[in-house]
């Protein structure tokens, strides 16, 4: 019944298309960029809606190579709702570049830009640069409006880079983007099927430690309990009186029982104030408070934006390096962005944007299973030291995907490599065709990682994108680059 719903939505704001207009430019050089480099960096707005004054910011990486047409093309959300994929995706994660506390940029070794065209998009309206000029229009935002948005602004990026028209395309996301992402997919595939040019060439998508259904993928009680965060008296209250499911659904509504009260506060006091439910080996920075003070005051934005900040190959206070970054003048000014200068500071997370609470709760899993039908490629990556969205959640869910769809599993649940290293722990679900394994749903764990997997542990993450690029399972055997 879910599904019919959200197609009856779709189809309803198709015809909705119109024109866009766009302020795509070219960037000279970013303050602090290192020498040596070779690639082209984009940015600017595409209008979304010129009538309403909805504009979307963007930041475009081509593909560290000769002919960039020539790679794919990967469009990157963040989640939330209501946090910027500049920030987290493209600064933070798997971007090109990382701030530095000296105020430059370095270089990051681990770029998904080595393997695709990195298209990022501050989305939706409220969100880091993205704006309206209707201002009631940032309240009780919803699933629907993004991801009509979304494609729009697909379709205008494209008028405005002609020459990626044709390029293999790929959806890819984490956390809330487990919504946006396959609402857009549908969309996409829709918008083919109606279109009398050229189809988009969707060919796949790839969620990270993904919302699917409220009812399963938040419950990470088992998970905090087996790491020792919380005691078994705990676990037991979360099991038989006040599960993490329970809790988001009272929050979204407002009303948050005193048992679901009592059994959060307990966890809490033995989590401690210093540890990261979304990163459980995660290390604080102490040096400043700026970018914590940007975060939104709202529970669930607070929930989300205390993302990981782990020491592996990068400094835990990059967080802050970024919001001071992202909100410096002169690199407003080499971006393209805040052209139309802002009310508030760039954010993280929400900035003007008040999202429809209740979207939280709708079960993606059956457009999952539509799109599958679809002959859409499905990878679901999970960071094992996530406990916001656990691995666990995440792969029972794939599991029932893949038997409501009646797949066989590909071969053994095993782990796979990045390099000489165990690189996590996989399964691939298909079907026989022509006497032959195809893949429709793969889903992968990805070793030491937390919620945003390519920021805590890079290379895997690399490896693990290059693979769903390339239609194939994640390395089953060691190797050497």
């Given at each position: 019944?879910?599904?019919?719903?959200?197609?009856?939505?779709?189809n309803?704001?198709?015809?909705?298309?119109?024109?866009?207009?766009?302020?795509?430019?070219?960037i000279?050089?970013?303050?602090?960029?290192?020498?040596?480099v070779?690639?082209?960096?984009?940015?600017g707005?595409i209008?979304?809606?010129?009538?309403?004054?909805?504009?979307?910011?963007?930041?475009?990486?081509?593909?560290?190579?000769r002919?960039?047409?020539?790679?794919?093309?990967?469009?990157?959300?963040?989640?939330?709702?209501g946090?910027?994929?500049?920030?987290f995706?493209a600064f933070?994660?798997?971007?090109?570049?990382?701030?530095?506390?000296?105020?430059?940029?370095?270089?990051?070794?681990?770029s998904?830009?080595?393997?695709?065209?990195?298209?990022?998009?501050?989305?939706?309206?409220?969100?880091?640069?993205s704006?309206?000029n209707?201002?009631?229009?940032?309240?009780?935002?919803t699933?629907?409006?993004?991801?009509?948005?979304?494609?729009?602004?697909?379709?205008?990026?494209?008028?405005?880079y002609?020459e990626?028209?044709?390029s293999?395309?790929?959806?890819?996301?984490?956390?809330?983007?487990g919504?946006?992402?396959?609402?857009?997919?549908?969309?996409?595939?829709?918008?083919?099927k109606?279109?009398?040019?050229?189809?988009?060439?969707?060919?796949?998508?790839?969620?990270?430690?993904?919302?699917?259904?409220?009812r399963?993928?938040?419950?990470?009680?088992?998970?905090?309990?087996?790491?020792?965060?919380?005691?078994?008296?705990?676990?037991?209250?979360?099991?038989t009186v006040?599960?993490?499911?329970?809790?988001?659904?009272e929050?979204?509504?407002?009303?948050?029982?005193?048992?679901?009260?009592?059994?959060?506060?307990?966890?809490?006091?033995?989590?401690g104030?210093?540890?990261?439910?979304?990163?459980?080996l995660?290390?604080n920075?102490?040096?400043?408070?700026?970018?914590?003070?940007?975060?939104?005051s709202?529970?669930?934005d607070?929930?989300?934006?205390?993302?990981?900040?782990?020491?592996?190959?990068?400094?835990?206070?990059?967080?802050?390096?970024?919001?001071?970054?992202?909100?410096?003048p002169?690199?407003?000014?080499?971006?393209?962005?805040?052209?139309?200068?802002?009310?508030?500071v760039?954010?993280?997370?929400?900035?003007l944007?008040?999202?429809?609470?209740?979207?939280?709760g709708?079960d993606?899993?059956?457009?999952?299973?539509?799109?599958?039908?679809?002959?859409l490629?499905?990878?679901?990556?999970?960071?094992?030291?996530?406990?916001?969205?656990?691995l666990?959640?995440?792969?029972?869910?794939?599991?029932?995907?893949?038997?409501?769809?009646?797949?066989?599993s590909?071969?053994?649940?095993?782990?796979?490599?990045?390099?000489?290293?165990?690189g996590?722990?996989t399964?691939?679900?298909?079907?026989?065709?022509?006497?032959?394994?195809?893949?429709?749903?793969?889903?992968?764990?990805?070793?030491?990682?937390?919620?945003?997997v390519?920021?805590?542990?890079?290379?895997?993450?690399?490896?693990?994108?290059?693979?769903?690029?390339?239609?194939?399972?994640?390395?089953?055997?060691?190797?050497?680059?």
């Amino acid at each position: 019944m879910m599904i019919w719903y959200f197609i009856v939505i779709v189809n309803g704001v198709i015809p909705l298309f119109f024109s866009s207009t766009s302020t795509a430019e070219l960037i000279k050089k970013l303050p602090g960029q290192p020498d040596g480099v070779s690639f082209k960096q984009h940015s600017g707005y595409i209008v979304t809606d010129p009538r309403r004054g909805h504009a979307l910011f963007y930041y475009f990486v081509e593909a560290d190579a000769r002919d960039p047409s020539s790679y794919p093309l990967t469009l990157w959300f963040n989640g939330g709702p209501g946090c910027s994929s500049l920030g987290f995706g493209a600064f933070e994660e798997h971007g090109p570049f990382r701030p530095a506390g000296d105020g430059g940029l370095t270089k990051n070794e681990f770029s998904w830009n080595k393997v695709s065209n990195m298209l990022y998009v501050e989305s939706p309206i409220g969100v880091g640069f993205s704006y309206s000029n209707t201002t009631s229009d940032y309240v009780n935002w919803t699933d629907a409006d993004t991801a009509r948005a979304n494609m729009q602004f697909l379709l205008g990026w494209y008028k405005e880079y002609p020459e990626y028209r044709d390029s293999d395309l790929y959806l890819s996301g984490e956390s809330y983007a487990g919504h946006y992402v396959p609402q857009l997919a549908a969309l996409v595939l829709d918008y083919n099927k109606q279109s009398h040019g050229k189809p988009i060439k969707l060919k796949a998508i790839a969620l990270g430690n993904p919302l699917l259904d409220l009812r399963i993928s938040v419950d990470g009680a088992t998970f905090l309990w087996s790491h020792g965060v919380i005691s078994d008296e705990t676990l037991k209250l979360k099991e038989t009186v006040c599960n993490d499911s329970r809790y988001r659904t009272e929050l979204i509504h407002h009303k948050i029982s005193k048992e679901c009260a009592g059994v959060l506060e307990r966890q809490m006091e033995e989590l401690g104030n210093f540890t990261d439910p979304g990163d459980v080996l995660a290390p604080n920075c102490f040096s400043g408070t700026a970018a914590m003070q940007s975060a939104s005051s709202s529970a669930w934005d607070a929930y989300h934006a205390k993302l990981a900040r782990r020491m592996v190959l990068t400094d835990p206070c990059l967080w802050e390096y970024i919001f001071s970054y992202l909100n410096n003048p002169r690199v407003q000014k080499a971006l393209h962005a805040n052209t139309t200068k802002l009310p508030s500071v760039w954010q993280f997370c929400s900035g003007l944007l008040s999202y429809h609470d209740v979207d939280i709760g709708i079960d993606i899993t059956p457009l999952l299973s539509a799109l599958i039908k679809k002959h859409l490629r499905v990878l679901l990556f999970s960071g094992d030291q996530d406990s916001k969205i656990p691995l666990t959640q995440t792969r029972m869910i794939a599991n029932m995907i893949a038997r409501d769809l009646k797949f066989t599993s590909l071969g053994k649940y095993a782990p796979w490599y990045d390099n000489m290293q165990v690189g996590g722990w996989t399964q691939s679900f298909g079907s026989s065709r022509e006497g032959k394994n195809v893949t429709h749903l793969t889903f992968a764990t990805v070793r030491g990682a937390a919620h945003e997997v390519p920021y805590t542990s890079p290379s895997q993450a690399l490896t693990l994108f290059k693979a769903f690029l390339e239609g194939s399972s994640p390395p089953k055997v060691p190797f050497k680059n």
